[in-house]
C-alpha cells in the first residue's frame, strides 16, 4: 500500500491548476458575453451580504463535521479528529482534481491506511461512505418530486414542458441511473455475495476492448470481499448514525446557494433551489472535467438563474458558490498534500 507515486502525481501544479482554469474560462466567456455594468452596480456588500455569505462557509464547515463525524462512526473509534480532518481534507482535494465520476474514492483508501488502520478496514470504510452517499441521493431525490414537480425542477426561463429533449432531464436521468445500478451492485456485494460480483467484474472486463482494465477489476472484487467482512455484521443502528452524519454533511452543502442568494437578493423559492442542486449533483457525476469544473459554472447559470435578478450577475454568483464550496479544498489540499506525505514517510 506504499504505492505514493502515483498519488503524488495528482499533486502538481498542472493537476490543481487546471480545474482552475476551466471553470475561470468558463466564468470569463460569459462575462464578456453579457456583462452589464448596470446589473453590476446593483451589487453591494453589506453587514446583510457578508453574514450570509458567512453563513454559506458556516454550511460548508457543517458539511465536513458530518463526514468527519461518519468517519470516526465508521472506523469505530479507532480515527482521532485530527487524523480524520486530514483524511477528509486530502479526500476533497482529491475528489477536486479528477472527474466527477472518478472522485477521490480510488486514493481513499491508501489515505486511511497510511493513519494506522488496517487494509481491510480502510476499503470497507471507503466503500461504506460511497454507499451512503449514494444512498443519500437514491432517497432523497425521490421524495423532493413528491413535493417539485418534474416541470418546476427540469424546465427552465424559455422552456414551455419537459421532455426527453430536454438536456437537464436526460443528464439528469443518465446520471441517477448510474448511482441506481453502482449501489445495488454494492449492496450486493457487501450484504450478500461478494465473490459473485468479483467473478462478474472479471468476466465483465475480460472482454477484448476492456481487457486492459481486467487487473483493476479484480482489485475492486478482492476489496469488495474484504469490506464485506468488515461490513455485513453491523447492526441497524450503526447504519442509522452514518446516514443521518451523511444526511447533516450533502443537506448542508446543498443550502450553500440558497444563503449565497439571500446575500444579494430576495429568494422565496428555497426548497426548490435545494432541490435544484441535488439534481444538479446527480447531473455532474457524468461530467469528464476535474470536479465538473466549467460545467458546474455552466449549469449554474443556466439552471438556476432564474433565481437571479438580473439574469446577467448568474455568473458571478456561479463564480461566487464555486469560491465558497470548490476553490477552498484545491488550496487547502495543496498545502496539506505535501505535508501530510512528508510526516508520513519522515517517521520511517
Do not use: C
Not at 457578508?50 to 472506523?75: E, N, Q, T
Not at 472484487?221 to 454533511?249: M, Q, V, Y
Request: overall charge positive; aromatic content about 18%.
Amino acid at each position: 500500500m506504499d504505492d505514493n507515486s502515483n498519488i503524488l502525481k495528482n499533486v502538481k501544479p498542472s493537476k490543481i491548476i487546471l480545474p482552475i482554469l476551466i471553470g475561470l474560462v468558463v466564468v470569463v466567456y460569459f462575462l464578456y458575453k453579457e456583462f452589464d455594468p448596470k446589473a453590476f452596480a446593483l451589487i453591494k456588500f453589506t453587514w446583510h451580504s457578508l453574514f450570509w455569505i458567512f453563513i454559506a462557509f458556516l454550511l460548508m464547515v457543517l458539511r465536513d463535521i458530518g463526514y468527519m463525524i461518519r468517519l470516526r462512526i465508521l472506523s469505530d473509534g479507532k480515527l482521532s479528529w485530527k487524523k480524520i480532518f486530514n483524511i477528509i481534507m486530502l479526500w476533497e482535494f482529491t475528489s477536486a482534481i479528477t472527474p466527477s465520476a472518478v472522485g477521490g474514492t480510488s486514493v481513499a483508501t491508501y489515505f486511511i491506511y497510511k493513519e494506522g488502520i488496517s487494509l481491510g478496514k480502510s476499503t470497507a470504510i471507503v466503500l461504506a461512505t460511497s454507499f451512503l452517499d449514494e444512498m443519500y441521493f437514491l432517497i432523497v431525490f425521490p421524495l423532493v418530486l413528491l413535493f417539485v414537480s418534474s416541470y418546476d425542477l427540469f424546465t427552465i426561463a424559455g422552456e414551455e414542458s419537459v421532455s426527453f429533449t430536454n438536456r437537464y432531464f436526460y443528464f439528469a436521468v443518465v446520471g441517477y441511473s448510474i448511482k441506481f445500478i453502482f449501489t445495488a451492485f454494492v449492496i450486493y456485494g457487501l450484504f450478500f455475495k461478494p465473490e459473485a460480483i468479483k467473478k462478474l467484474l472479471v468476466v465483465i472486463f475480460s472482454l477484448r476492448f476492456i481487457k486492459k482494465w481486467k487487473a483493476g477489476a479484480e482489485k475492486t472484487g478482492d476489496d469488495l470481499i474484504l469490506a464485506s467482512i468488515e461490513l455485513k455484521n453491523k447492526p441497524f443502528k450503526f447504519w442509522i448514525k452514518t446516514f443521518f452524519a451523511s444526511l447533516l454533511s450533502w443537506t448542508s452543502r446543498y443550502w450553500v446557494v440558497n444563503a449565497l442568494l439571500l446575500a444579494f437578493f430576495v429568494v422565496d423559492e428555497h426548497f426548490l433551489i435545494f432541490a435544484r442542486q441535488l439534481v444538479m449533483w446527480i447531473m455532474m457525476l457524468v461530467m469528464p472535467t476535474p470536479g465538473g469544473s466549467g460545467f458546474a459554472e455552466v449549469i449554474f447559470r443556466d439552471y438556476l438563474g432564474e433565481f437571479v435578478n438580473p439574469i446577467t450577475l448568474a455568473v458571478s454568483m456561479a463564480l461566487l458558490w464555486r469560491l465558497v464550496s470548490y476553490y477552498p479544498y484545491l488550496f487547502i489540499g495543496a498545502i496539506l498534500v505535501p505535508r501530510w506525505f512528508k510526516g508520513k514517510y519522515a517517521k520511517k
